[in-house]
Structures are given as C-alpha cells and as structure tokens.
C-alpha cells in the first residue's frame, strides 16, 4: 500500500472507530464494486463487522480525502513549476489534514488577478514596507519621501502602498489563517439585524430581528431559519468576535504575525496596518469562512434528520398481506376508495360523496357496505389529510351497519404523505394508465397500510416530507444521503422476488432501475422464479450482480428452501453441513429453534466462512426470512376529539408520531394539525436528541399543554410530571420556518412558506423561553 492509500485508511479509520486494516479491507471491495448493504451483510470477516452506518461514512469520508489528496498532488505539482517549492513548504503540504488548510498554503502561489498589491510592488514600494519592518525607530513617513514621484505623488499613497502589500501578505499567511480560523471558531458571535422596512414583511422570523449567539452553539435548525431569513432579505448577518476584548484579541493576532514587539514610529504604523488588514480584509474572509462552514454543519444536521425520519417510515410496521379498503378523503370532490386484494393489486375503485354538497350518506354507506362484503376487506385506510376525521367517523358509522355475520374491518388512519406526487407521476401512470389521478391517491393509501416499504420506495423521498428545512440543504447532498437510506431499508427488509414491483427492486443491492425492469420483464413472460439461480437467466444480469442481489432478495415456496431466508447462495453448503450434522429434513429444521439446540457455530468453519458468517446462517434457520420490523400498531384517536377547537389543556390523547426535529416531535393527533412536543417535554429526564426518545411512526401517549386556535399551534408534552420545569432546563425555541412536510409543504394547517407550529409559549416549560424577546 503506497503513503497516500496509507494515511487515507488511518484517518478514516480514526473517523469510524475502527481499525486501519478494516478499512482497507472494506475499501478493496467497495472499489470492487461491491454495494454497502452487500459488504456490511455478508463480508462481516473481511471487514471486521463493520456496519452499513460506519460503511457509508466510510464512503463519503472515502470521497473527500480522495479528492483532497487529489488537490495536494496538484497544489504541490503547481508551486513546484513556479520553482518556489521548498522542502519546508513541502512538508506543510503533506502534514495539511483539510481541503481548507491546503488552500491556504496555495493562496500565494495562486494565480490571481491584478491587485493593489501587485500594482504597488510594479511602482517600487515593497522596499519601503521592508524599510519599515527593518528600521522601527525610524519614521515612516520620512521613509516614504524617499518613494515618491512618478506614480506615487504622496507620502500617503506610498504609505498606503506599503500597507497594501503587506495586507496581501497577512491574507496569504496559511499559519495566521489557520490560527484566526479556529479563534473565530471558539469565539465568534452570530447576531442578525432586521433590515429596515422588513419588519411586517418578514414577520414570521420576529424572533431573529434582534438576535446574538456565539456561532460554535447555534443549533442547526435556527442557523438554517437565520440563513433563510437573511436569503429572503428579511435581515442582515454577522459572524465577529465581541465587539471590543474580542476584535483587540483578533488585531493581537494579526500584529503577532507581523512581528510588533516595541512602541517605536515603525511598530505604531505596523500595528495600525495589521489592525487594518483585520478590518477590511481577514473579517471578511473569515465571516465568509464561517458562514460557509455554519451552512455546511446545518445542512448535514438536518439531513442527518431527514434521513433518521425516513428510515423509521420505511420500516414501519406493515400491516401484512390482507385485503384492504383505501380511502383518499374530500369533501367537494367526495372520497375516492380504491379496493385492493392481499397482494395489493387493485380489485375496485369508487367516489362516495357523503358530505356537503351532495350529501349522499345513504349511498355512500351501500357502496362501503358492498366492497367490504364482496372483497373480504379486512382493513380500512383513512389518509390524514383534510376531512380525514369527518371520513373516519363516517367509517366508524358506516361499519356499525354492517349485516350479522361480516366481520368488520379495522379502521386505520394513514400518512397520505407523498401520495398526491404518486399519483401524477410517470410511475403511477405507467401502473394504472386507464385510472384517475385522484383514484391513485387511494390505491396509494391501501398499500402503503400494507407494506409500508413498498410503497414509499415509488415516491421520491424529498417528497415524504419528514425533513427539516429540507428546500433550504444541499439538493445534492440530500438526494445522495436519502437514496442510501432507501437503499439500506429495502435492503435489510429483503424483497420477494416474486411480487415485488420495479420501484422497489432498484433499491436492492446490485440491480437498479435497468435490470430491476429486466427482472420484471422476464418474470412477466416467463412465470415466477423457481430458484434463487434462475436470476441469471434474466438478459444482463451477470454474475457481479447475482453476487450483489442474490441474498436480499427472497422466493417463498420455492424449490430451494433456502431461497426463502437471507443466507446467500454462496453459502448453502454451510448451511447443508449444518443440516445434516442435526440429521433432519431441512424443511423441519428452518423455523424450528429447537432442532438448532447444542449446534456449535465454530464446527462449521472454514477457510472461506468464519464465524460470523457461521452464526448468521444458524440465525437464519431458526427464523428464516425473519422481517426487522416491529409489529403492527395504530393510534386511536379520542372521541369527539376532531378537530383543533376540540382540544383543552390536560387531555390526554393518543397519537402518532410523523416527523422528528432536532427541537422535538411532531405528533398526530387526530385534529387535522400535528401537535409539537417540544425536546424540553419528551421525557422526565434530559433529552439531547429528540431521537433518543422517539421516531416517526411511533404511537405515543401524550397530554395538551397548550392550544392557540387563531395560530392553529399545539403543544404537547410526554411527560409523566404535571409539567412545570423543563426536564431540559432550555429556552431554545423551535425556529420559525421550520420542517418541511408533505412533499416539502408546511405542516398540516400552514401553508405561510413553511410557518412552523409550536413557537410561542408550549406550557410552563417553554413560557420563560418566550419572553426573551
């Protein structure tokens, strides 16, 4: 292994909490192609089992110091040209451990535009600036008479001259760049200002128009609110040290790179140049520095966030394979019902109009009636969104009816999240081209109750809306996290060969969207895959592939039995000497814990499986398939609890958490307007991350602290205690402008640009919070 391979795997090992040669290992096979679900499922020997968390902050760490040592190879390559490269200069260059510590080696060997640096050294003015730093008891201004004439008419533009070349210099220096980066990092306040004339205008971010807090502790949700805020013009930014003891420590620093020690004429100049190089030079540069790096740890915070809240709905609990009612509630346009069998494929659709206008109740009661009958419909899915509750209780009214013998179904609400977007799109078009947009929402609806999974994979994640500032991040970058996400959930789940849809199977390991088609197509014209091996039988779908998708990939009933669990084909053998060795029917073993009693795992390996593997297989044969989801579980709304004037501080209520924040939780709770629990109020104990506590999708017990029906906000609290003091002991307010949700919408009941609920006082906790005004 060369220097560079070397020191990458070092530092990414340090990052990871693992060993240098793990990494190694697991970066041999990633550079052989091999899929992170694929390395952390079943190269556990290899890589010292390292787990699809740590590989893809491997991977993206991977990236970075590729493309950094990719950029030192450069810089080095360049400077070297110039003839300026120096063994000390060399060795900066190789001990630089970040992109921005490499550019600030380069920035005075980089070529640059003409400046007034430049033009001062062309009209013989660095001597002077040396003159000065030479001589300090002399007089500057007697030293710069001698540099005048021609081009310089003045002591004074000869002075400033001097001035700029030595400006040029501090902004170039990478040692003083280094130490006032990190000065800043420490020290910096972030305030914000309301411009003038915005105040009614940018009314919803009133909590920042006059605000200060040092920039190392700002949370990321209110960087993101003030980033925003000063995007759209409603205040003006700073990052500075405090305005006195700071900025003289900052000057301080700058006058030490010059090398000021007395108080002679040449060190009175030097210090008011260096005290001016801060001001109009390095303060910039270090509030653009700054800023760049608020907005990048703001960003990977939330989508870090995004990405937690995604993968907790996509492995909510499913329902199961059950024939399902879905209903997509409206009023004026009536509730759109689709009927789907246990496999999710749609058997009927209605529209029922049981509201006003039409108000045909009775009609819409036959027609419930009927499909509940005729299908065998054993669940009914509500979506939540507007009349979710005027529909479930008509539901609730319409089953009551149901004749003596029909067993009724249970009613349950569901996240509609991201089924408009299904709807309209080329997919949902391509799968019921001869359908309704509005009935698709519904389809949508029963399935996602079903297999929760399956369903979402059709929607593009950033349209879930479970994010956090998510139109505000790095598109990019979130696309890429969210996708890995998808990509790790499909994948741990595993995927019946047999029914999946194309959508899901390009999130397994090793196909995608071409050969997750080629796989369908194949299927439709040939019948369903007998084995696991009938894979490469499909056109384009070599080896390489099969090695990566085989084992997530699932055939129930099949010829193989093996073909029903996660073991990979390349391991059956060790799971056939494990079989054999207990002397019974493979079919009687898998399922069957007790026949696996006194197996030991370290018989059965080999130069190609170690134990890990070993213990994995027997896992496997005890529960074969076994699905990591939780059970099913749905929230049961209160009665004559419907909507927002409905609620008075001390219900307790039952709800469902649909987004998590890194100030707390949102939770439904039947009222058509999510309710916040605040981080302060999610336990009797502190709570640093609201994720400790809670995920979306959870059912939680929660009780009313506070309503505000003209702002349509709700606070929530979980906790056990009468409320009072916060668990936390924190003031911080949730920041206006908050989380995205549905499709990247406000949350339910605002629709101001993303107006977040649960500013303002949430119970006794929040009340002192809000009076720092």
């Known amino acids: 292994m060369d220097q560079v391979a070397d020191r990458i795997s070092r530092t990414i090992a340090q990052d990871i909490a693992a060993k240098p040669r793990q990494v190694e290992a697991a970066i041999a096979l990633l550079d052989g192609g091999a899929t992170v679900p694929f390395v952390a499922r079943y190269r556990k020997e290899a890589t010292g089992g390292l787990d699809d968390t740590q590989l893809r902050l491997l991977s993206d760490r991977l990236g970075y110091l590729r493309e950094m040592e990719s950029r030192r190879k450069t810089i080095r390559a360049e400077i070297d040209k110039q003839g300026k490269l120096t063994e000390a200069l060399d060795r900066a260059i190789a001990k630089a451990d970040t992109k921005a510590a490499l550019e600030d080696i380069y920035l005075p060997y980089k070529p640059k535009r003409r400046t007034k640096a430049m033009i001062a050294r062309e009209n013989g003015l660095e001597p002077l600036l040396r003159g000065i730093q030479a001589d300090r008891g002399a007089d500057p201004q007697a030293l710069a008479a001698a540099y005048t004439g021609g081009k310089v008419e003045t002591v004074k533009v000869a002075l400033d001259g001097a001035r700029d070349i030595l400006a040029e210099e501090l902004t170039e220096n990478a040692d003083l760049l280094g130490r006032l980066r990190q000065f800043m990092r420490d020290e910096a306040q972030i305030s914000a200002r309301v411009l003038p004339g915005k105040e009614e205008a940018g009314a919803k971010f009133s909590d920042y128009f006059d605000h200060r807090e040092p920039w190392s502790k700002i949370p990321s949700h209110r960087a993101l609110a003030l980033l925003r805020a000063a995007n759209e013009e409603i205040v003006s930014l700073e990052i500075a040290p405090e305005p006195e003891e700071g900025v003289a420590r900052a000057v301080g620093m700058v006058a030490q790179a010059v090398g000021i020690k007395g108080d002679g004429p040449g060190d009175r100049w030097l210090r008011d140049a260096a005290a001016w190089t801060w001001r109009i030079k390095l303060s910039l540069s270090m509030y653009v520095d700054l800023l760049g790096e608020l907005r990048k740890r703001a960003h990977e915070d939330a989508i870090a966030v995004f990405a937690r809240n995604l993968k907790d709905l996509l492995l909510a609990a499913p329902a199961g394979a059950k024939p399902v009612l879905g209903l997509d509630p409206g009023i004026r346009t009536g509730v759109k019902a689709a009927v789907v069998d246990a ?22 009661e036959a027609k419930v009636i009927e499909l509940v009958r005729r299908h065998g419909v054993a669940l009914v899915a509500i979506g939540n969104g507007t009349a979710s509750r005027e529909t479930e209780r008509f539901v609730a009214d319409t089953l009551k009816l149901l004749p003596q013998g029909v067993a009724a179904p249970s009613k349950v609400v569901v996240s509609e999240a991201g089924a408009s977007v299904y709807s309209a799109s080329e997919l949902a078009a391509r799968e019921f081209p001869d359908l309704d947009v509005s009935l698709r929402g519904a389809v949508s609806i029963a399935r996602r109750l079903q297999d929760p999974l399956a369903e979402l994979v059709k929607i593009e994640p950033k349209s879930i809306g479970v994010g956090q500032y998510q139109h505000d991040v790095d598109q990019r970058r979130l696309g890429q996290a969210l996708e890995a996400v998808v990509e790790d959930a499909v994948n741990a789940v595993g995927v019946d060969l047999n029914t999946a849809s194309a959508p899901l199977l390009t999130h397994v390991a090793g196909l995608g969207p071409s050969l997750a088609q080629s796989v369908v197509a194949y299927r439709d014209e040939t019948g369903a895959f007998p084995t696991r091996k009938a894979l490469l039988k499909v056109p384009g779908l070599g080896p390489k592939a099969f090695e990566q998708c085989a084992g997530f990939l699932r055939i129930r009933d099949g010829k193989e039995p093996l ?52 213990r994995d297989i027997l896992a496997e044969l005890e529960k074969p398939g076994r699905d990591p989801r939780p059970s099913f579980k749905t929230a049961r709304f209160a009665d004559g609890v419907e909507d927002i004037k409905d609620l008075k501080p001390g219900m307790r209520l039952e709800g469902t958490v649909t987004n998590v924040a890194a100030f707390g939780a949102f939770v439904d709770v039947g009222v058509h307007q999510d309710g916040l629990v605040h981080v302060s109020q999610l336990a009797d104990r502190f709570v640093k991350d609201p994720h400790e506590v809670v995920k979306a999708g959870d059912v939680v017990s929660v ?71």
């Open 343 to 364: 496999t999710g494929k749609l058997l009927e659709t209605a529209t029922l109009y049981p509201f006003a206008p039409r108000r045909d109740l009775r009609g819409a």
């Open 703 to 773: 009780r009313v602290t506070e309503v505000d029906v003209a702002r349509k906000r709700i606070g929530l609290s979980m906790r056990k205690d009468s409320g009072g003091k916060s668990g936390n002991g924190s003031t911080d307010r949730p920041a206006r402008g908050g989380p995205a949700r549905k499709g990247g919408g406000a949350p339910k009941g605002h629709r101001d640009k993303e107006t977040k609920q649960g500013d303002g006082a949430l119970g006794a906790a929040l009340k002192a919070a809000m009076k720092k005004r």
């Open 563 to 614: 073909d029903a669990s996660s073991v990979h084909p390349e391991a059956y053998d060790v799971a056939r000497r494990i079989v054999t060795a207990c002397g019974r029917d493979i079919r009687a073993i898998m399922g069957h814990p007790e026949a696996l009693k006194g197996v030991s795992a370290e018989r059965f390996v080999d130069d190609r499986f170690g134990l890990p593997t070993v």
